[in-house]
């Protein structure tokens, strides 16, 4: 803005001076005796007519550049409102909204969300069953097994009410953004604003992951108890139908000391 003042203000002062020739400009034209009563006055149209037209360029040429500098004022003002960053963040309530499904997540019971951990428990309570051990031992690992399927069922759950929970949040956020970019003043505001919104759907696709990846454990975790509980099954009716010890027959004393 100072710089477009500068340049009225040199401007204006270069139309005064270049008006100054067409006052003067028919005093410029008389006879230095007409002055003294020495002859008639001449007045010379053609030089008069001259001068009007070069200060009618001059002039022509001063509004061109008025509106060029007003011209450039606006592209100004416009560029300054195209860099204008946007005034709402919702980084903050997304973060805590993936935080939550994080956290459910690490809570998982009894096995976690860790490979080695998983390689680990399934060889021992699901993948090469130890047909010797004792029926109390068989019992123990099938009980073992029915709380891994409860565990994940109830981690899904609670993930799934987790996911639930994030719904408003989002709704929330996604209003507020939609409102940001419809009242952005220029494309760097509008350009955050459909950033924000996509981090937003980043967001729900996080919590879509982790859902699936919660009731796929569960399932997953059903079916291997279903599975060892077959094996197991099968062992123990091999042992219950596996003919033992034949009858003996023996003497037997009904009354002691009787004859």
Known sequence: MTRLRSRMRSLLLATTVLSVPV?????????AYALFGFGRIVFDPSNYAENVLQA???????????????NENQMLINQARNLASLPYSSLQQLQQSVQRTQQLLAEAQRIAFDVQQIDRIFSEQYGNMDLSASDQQLIELARERWGNTVGALQDAMRVQAGVVG???????????LVGESQGATGALQAAQAGNQILALQA?????LTALLAANGRADALSAAEQAAAAEQGREQRRRFLEPGAGYRPGSAQMFPGGN
């Open 23 to 31: 006052a003067l400009t028919p005093m410029a034209v008389t006879p």
């Open 56 to 70: 009618a360029r001059a002039l022509e040429q001063i509004n061109n550049q008025i509106e060029s500098l007003q």
């Open 166 to 176: 994030n719904i408003e949040t989002q709704r929330a956020e996604l209003s507020a």
């Open 203 to 207: 967001q729900q696709l996080a919590d």
